[in-house]
Structure formats: C-alpha cells, structure tokens
C-alpha cells in the first residue's frame, strides 16, 4: 500500500480539502481559524501549506466566526459548508453556543477546537481544566449535547474513521448538524504513514430518501379523506430543493399552504394558495386555515411552538397530523402519521398516489383582508412628531428590495415582524434563524450569506441590542471586501422581550435602558462605531432618510450601515396567536392573578 508520511493535521486538513459536493466544488469551503495554544502550530502549519487553494479566514471572535458558516451553510441549503478551528479552553468553549444554533436549525458545519495534551506529559497546559475525579475530561466535552458527531482525536490514525463519519453526518439529510473533531494538541503534530487513498477526491451525494409504501398509503388515504387539508411548509422544504414540488402539489389538489421562519419563500408571497405565515408571528389567513383545518399536512418542520401557537393553534375537533419528514424523529412528534422521506420526493410521490383527488378550495378573501389590515402599517411614511416604527422600517427595506434581494435576521422584534409583514418573492429571498434565535448571528450571518451568494443583495436587520451583543465581524467583512447593508433599529433597549414582560403580567423592568439599574441613559453612537470597524455607516431620521440611504447600497463596498431610531412599543397586532410563556402563580402585584388565570384558560386549548 502507498503511503505518506504527514502529521496528523496534515492529514485532516488534506483530507478535508479534497471532499467534494455533487457539483465538483470543495464540501468545505473553507476554514475560520482564530489561532492559541491547542492549533497554532499543528492546525496552523497545515492550514498554511493549503492556503493557495483552500482557504483559511481569520475572524474576530469563535461563535461569530461559527455564525458566518452556519449563515453560509444555511444560504447554500446545506449543499456546502465551512470548518472553524479554535485554540483550546476559551477559543473552544466560545463556540458551544454556535453548535447549539447549528444542532438546532440541523445545519452543517465542522467544529475542529484544540484540546489537551493526550499524552498529558506538561498537564495542566494553560487553560486546561483539571477533574479531580476523571481524567478523560476536557471542557470539550461541553461539545457533546451540542453536536451531531463528537470525537476526540487522541492517536493520528484515529482519524482514518473519524474523518468520514464526519462528513457523512454533515451530508445526511437526516442527521445533518455540527461535528466536532476534538484534536489533542500533541496529536495534531504527530506524524503518520497514510494510505495515500485516503486523501482521493470523492464526492459526498445527498440521499434522497424514499418514502415507506405503507406510510405513503397511509397518508394518501388521510388526504383523500380530509375536507380542509393544509399544508406546513417549513425549512426542510429548502433544504430539500422542494419548493417546485410543493407548488406543483398544492396547485393539483387546491390545498393551501401556510409557512414557517424557516419555511418562509417557499413559495412566493403572491401565490395564490401561500396563506401567509404560520402561528405566534403568524398571519390571519394562514392561522384562520390552520385552525379550521381537519388535517395538518407538515413538510420539513419540526413544529417548533411558534409554528403550532403552543399547540392551541389546531382546533378542528377531529384534526389529523401528517408530519413529511427526512429525520423520523420529527415525522413521529406530536401523534403524527409519518411519511418519513425527502420533501421533494414525498410529494411527487403523493401527487401521483393521489391521481385525479381534489380538495375543496380554500376560503377565499382571508388573504386579501389579511393585506387589508397590514399594508397600511407597512406604507405609513411616518411623521416628523413621532419615532417611526418597526413595521415602517420594514416597509422602506421592502420598498427598496428586489428580486436579487436576501433579508436576514435572528432575534428580536424584527424575525416575528418580518415573518408576519415580508413580502419574499423567490425562494432564498428570507433568510431567518428562528430554530435558536441566536442575538449575535445577524452580522456574521450576513457575511456568511453574501459569501454563499456574492451576486445577491444582503440586507441584514438587527436591533440595537442584538448588535451590543456581537458586531465585532463588521471589521472582517470590511477588511475582505464583503458587501452587504445593515439596518440598526435603536429602539434603546430589549423592546421585544420589554412588550412580552408587559404581556405577561410583568412590570416593565431591565429591558429597555429607561428602565435598568443605570445612572446615566444611553447615547450610543452605533453610525460611529460601525465606522470606526471599517464600515460606511449613516444616521437616518425619518422613513424617507432610511429609503434614501438604502437606494445607495450598491455603490458601498464593505458592510454598509444605516442606524435608525424606533419606537419600542408598536408591533404589528392584527394575526398571531397565543404563546405559551408560564405566568407566575403568586406575585405581590396587582393584577398578575388574572393574567395567571387567563394563561391557565389558555393552557386548555393545547392539544
Ligand atoms: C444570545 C441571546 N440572549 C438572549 C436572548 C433573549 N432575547 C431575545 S430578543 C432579545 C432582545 C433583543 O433586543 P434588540 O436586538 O434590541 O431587538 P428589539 O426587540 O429591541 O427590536 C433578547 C434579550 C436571545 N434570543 N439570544
Ligand atoms: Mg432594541
């Protein structure tokens, strides 16, 4: 057998770089790297001997560089996806909360930390953490409830088997999500005589599963049943390619589809049978179907409790649940009849069980009078004597959008307010991290977007508390040239979380600066400070100020930023529905003993 001689980060490194997805493009495209003690010099060194053909991206901090592969991961629909490579202890535990958001949204990416000596020789290293009672341990082993695949690589030769059950874990359908090769420092320095096969391109095909026969009897005759079907769609719709299918399916048999955030764009807003989006963020239209519906026809959702208002959402007294889904852990959940397969697949092959079947038409008008209600939110152009709004932000960032256009968000007031009042046109046009809601991602998962797509124009919305919390990849994104535009609504604190405080029962207390335990209120100059990390920023005061911005994206090179003062308490309250958030059941406040006994009233509709 041929071999050669590499250390064991060669090896890896070399081995990952030669992974190809079904369109002869490297899977991976390449690395973040933030070097310490644990990667500098083996990771380091190998990564360095590849860089003229795989490259390696230097970030600004762990988590946000993880965001930026997730984004991008996401943007591709899982068809390629980035590693990210961290120094041992804290550069490790940083990204923990990036592979909850990946594990989470079932996205791929491939963590590599550093982690302690295996041969344990100058034991304890700086920032090794010391158990008295198991000497296996390391703070890595925080990656494992957050990971698809863990595995500690303690011999060279280790990763002869770690390494492609890696990347079959990153390119299941089902299994997809985070992997993290845990690389003891002194191993990755080590060398080795490989096979020199194990280093042969090879190309990683996702399976397209198909469906059990029996199942898919099954839920064709709950269709052919069913007077009131309606149709789910969430991510797995993208992930899958699906979204032609859906609408070939949903035209054939008249069934209407509403849309989850991460199923949002998979058919375009204006389609006839999109009713818009589903549950606690949701529309009218879309929620009055769901809650007539006598069956429930998810595709590629996890029925996460914005999507099912807690459960409350289905009423029909004799509802039926059919869950479509690649993974059968979410084809099972709640009761549902599975049909446990890839989306597109599923409903080809439903399409055809069900021949000439036709359901009976949706109602008509819900959609118009849903658009009735909300457009105006949307169209006010505002008024000099008040801070404008989120909803008439949102309208300005529609107004100057197009069909190249992506909008992205995470957390805050903007992902319900988008889900309810975006107007996506295409597939890929709504980019919304909703499975974590992870403040922090908005910024790094531009920049992970606009490097899947380059020729799409990114828009990234993102509160002013969400950009405190992480911003510092603005610097990167402005030091590689990645464009993208970014709208900071300043509503001076935590508006969302303040308005759902008030909802339930609370006082008004930590969540916006006026009320915290603060001496002084704050000004912060967020223009100012994106322009100090390298982005061309402007301050807008009015709706027209915002629009004017906007229509000057194009010619900025680099994160181009507009901050724009709102008001914090408007939302949109026409759609929605209830969320289950556990009320106290004893407060010395006045009034909590209602809010507590309208929430337990609530709590009896789950079901
Ligand atoms: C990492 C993280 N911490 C806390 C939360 C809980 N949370 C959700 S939204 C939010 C406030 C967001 O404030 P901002 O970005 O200013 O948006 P606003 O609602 O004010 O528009 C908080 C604290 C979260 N989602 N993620
Ligand atoms: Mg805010």
């Not at 804290?90 to 990204?95: F, R, V």
């Not at 993290?180 to 599963?209: G, K």
């Not at 149709?231 to 069934?255: N, T």
Request: hydrophobic share 45%; net charge negative.
């Amino acid at each position: 057998m041929a071999t050669i001689r590499l250390t064991a980060a060669q090896a890896m490194m070399r081995y990952l770089s030669a992974q190809l997805n079904e369109d002869g493009e490297t899977y991976l495209a390449g690395v973040w790297a933030i070097f310490g003690h644990g990667n500098v010099a083996g990771i380091g060194e190998a990564l360095h001997g590849l860089k003229d053909t795989w490259p390696t991206w230097r970030g600004q901090n762990e988590q946000s560089m993880a965001h930026a592969a997730i984004a991008y991961a996401k943007q591709m629909r899982r068809t390629r996806a980035m590693a990210v490579t961290s120094s041992i202890g804290p550069g490790a535990l940083n990204m923990i909360t990036a592979a909850g958001l990946a594990h989470v949204n079932r996205l791929p990416v491939l963590f590599v930390p550093g982690d302690v000596f295996a041969g344990r020789g100058p034991d304890p290293v700086l920032q090794q953490l010391e158990d008295a009672t198991d000497g296996s341990l390391s703070v890595n082993d925080c990656f494992r409830p957050v990971s698809r695949y863990f595995d500690r690589i303690t011999r060279p030769e280790q990763l002869l088997t770690a390494l492609p059950r890696a990347l079959r874990t990153m390119t299941d359908p089902a299994e997809c999500g985070p992997v993290t090769l845990s690389f003891c420092q002194d191993v990755q320095a080590e060398a080795y005589d490989w096979p020199e096969a194990f280093f042969t391109p090879n190309v990683w095909r996702t399976r397209r599963p198909h469906p059990d026969p029996v199942e898919l009897d099954r839920v064709a005759a709950l269709i052919r049943a069913a007077k009131r079907p309606v149709i789910i769609a969430g991510g797995g719709v993208h992930f899958s390619g699906a979204d032609a299918a859906l609408a070939a399916f949903a035209q054939r048999f008249d069934i209407p589809v509403v849309e989850t955030q991460a199923g949002k764009s998979a058919l375009p807003w204006d389609h006839a049978l999109n009713l818009g989006p589903v549950g606690v963020t949701g529309a009218s239209s879309a929620n009055a179907a769901c809650e007539s519906a006598d069956l429930i026809l998810g595709v590629g959702t996890r029925f996460q409790d914005f999507t099912t208002g807690s459960w409350a959402l289905f009423k029909h007294k004799d509802r039926k649940l059919v869950s479509i889904n690649v993974a059968a852990y979410d084809a099972m959940k709640h009761g549902a009849e599975p049909l446990c397969a890839d989306a597109r697949v599923a409903l080809e092959l439903l399409q055809t069980a069900l021949g000439d079947h036709r359901c009976q038409p949706p109602p008509k008008g819900l959609k118009a009078a849903w658009f009735a209600a909300v457009d105006p939110l949307t169209d006010a152009p505002g008024d000099a004597n008040s801070l404008p709004t989120d909803q008439q932000v949102i309208g300005a960032v529609q107004r100057a959008s197009h069909m190249e256009t992506v909008v992205m968000c995470a957390a805050g007031t903007m992902p319900g307010e988008l889900h309810k009042l975006w107007k996506a046109p295409r597939a890929g046009a709504y980019h919304m991290e909703y499975g974590f809601s992870c403040m922090g991602y908005e910024i790094a998962g531009a920049m992970g977007i606009k490097m899947a797509q380059p020729g799409r124009d990114v828009i990234c919305m993102v509160g002013d508390g969400s950009y405190m919390m992480m911003n510092s990849e603005m610097a990167t994104a402005a030091m590689m040239g990645i464009s993208f535009a970014v709208v900071i609504t300043d509503n001076r604190g935590y508006g969302c979380i303040n308005r759902l405080q008030m909802g339930t029962g609370g006082a008004e207390f930590n969540n916006l600066y006026a009320h915290a335990n603060i001496e002084t209120q704050p000004r912060i100059d967020f223009a100012a400070h994106a322009n100090a990390m390298g982005a061309t920023a402007v301050k807008v005061t009015s709706i027209a100020g915002l629009e004017a911005a906007l229509a000057k994206r194009d010619a900025v090179k680099g994160p181009y930023v507009i901050v724009i003062d709102t008001d914090p308490y408007p939302s949109t309250p026409h759609g929605g529905n209830w969320w289950d958030v556990a009320v106290p059941e004893i407060s010395p406040r006045p009034g909590m003993a209602e809010v507590r006994a309208q929430y337990e009233t609530q709590r009896k509709d789950q079901a």
